[in-house]
C-alpha cells in the first residue's frame, strides 16, 4: 500500500510539517532581523501560554 498509481506514493506525517517550515522560512526570509525576532518572540509567547493552559485543564481534570 505505498501508494495509488505509477509515481505516486503516500506521504508521510513528517511532510506536511516540513512543508510549513519551509513555508515560513520563505515567508519570513526577506524580512529584517529585528522583526523576525519579535515575530518568533510572540510566538513562543503563545505557545507557552497554550501549554500553560492545557497543564491547568490536565491538573484539574485529575482532581
Known sequence: ???FGPGQTLASKWNA???VVVFVRVLLGSLPGWMKWIIG????VVALYEGYRWWRRRETAVR
Do not use: N, V
Not at 41 to 44: G, I, N, Q, R
Open 1 to 3: 500500500m505505498d501508494g
Open 17 to 19: 510539517a516540513y512543508g
Open 41 to 44: 518572540s510572540l510566538l513562543a
